[in-house]
């Protein structure tokens, strides 16, 4: 069973840059949520994906935005970058939204906005 | 407000020692609560969680945690701790397995010979 994988693992963008981060699900999983885990922080709900759709959203600005394709892999993009978008971004998946379905998380992809 | 607290940013034991990680959290309804742990450069693995039933919840790699309403608090424990289990753990507290799950801000353990 394959895990969760999350590319590219290090990125650098300069403030006002556009970037896309990309995210292959568990196998069977339908279900993709992304956090932002600022440095010292706990991670922080961005957004999740059910079959296609945005099931919800936490408190982050309409300049991120993601996708999920017909394969349940996922896209994170963030538009303007600013400085404080510096940090971990982690992709989860599950089986689907029902409840006590468990997450299983990718290794993140770092991003340094400079 | 729904939040999860943390108290200890770090904490220092020594190896064979036993290891309690505290954990409250804040929310409306009844809570579906988890511990995760992140090695440096890694995702987070989940430990145990807790949805309902015994409050007392055992978890992989030996650890354990009891939830208790009255206190708001999911208090994770292991009797004797490893060197390999020096990393971050998190609390986290969620309406279901994932959807707009809330973090602690994590407590960094460091194991001592």
């Known amino acids: 069973e394959t895990g969760v994988t999350q590319s590219p693992t290090h990125l650098i963008k300069t403030r006002g840059q556009q970037v896309t981060l990309r995210c292959s699900s568990q196998s069977g999983h339908n279900t993709v949520s992304w956090y932002q885990q600022a440095l010292g922080q706990g991670p922080q709900f961005i957004f999740q994906y059910y079959r296609e759709e945005e099931n919800g959203r936490g408190n982050f600005p309409p300049r991120f935005s993601g996708l999920q394709f017909p394969n349940y892999s996922s896209e994170l993009n963030v538009n303007a970058l600013e400085l404080d978008d510096s940090a971990l971004y982690l992709c989860?998946?599950?089986?689907?939204?029902?409840?006590?379905?468990?997450?299983?998380f990718g290794p993140g992809t770092r991003l340094l906005v400079l | 407000a729904q939040s999860v607290t943390q108290p200890d940013i770090h904490i220092t034991v020594s190896e064979g020692a036993s290891l309690e990680l505290r954990c409250n959290y804040s929310y409306g309804a009844t809570p579906y609560l988890f511990w995760y742990v992140q090695s440096p450069g890694q995702g987070l693995q989940l430990l145990l969680k807790?949805?309902?039933?015994?409050?007392l919840v055992q978890g992989i790699k030996g650890f354990e945690a009891e939830f208790k309403r009255s206190q708001s608090s999911f208090n994770l424990r292991k009797p004797s701790v490893h060197w390999s289990d020096a990393a971050e753990y998190f609390c986290?507290?969620?309406?279901?397995?994932?959807?707009?799950?809330?973090f602690g801000a994590g407590t960094r353990l460091f194991v001592k010979a």
């Open positions: 989860a998946s599950s089986r689907g939204e029902g409840e006590g379905e468990t997450q299983y």
């Open positions: 807790y949805f309902s039933g015994d409050t």
């Open positions: 986290a507290v969620g309406p279901s397995g994932g959807f707009k799950t809330i």
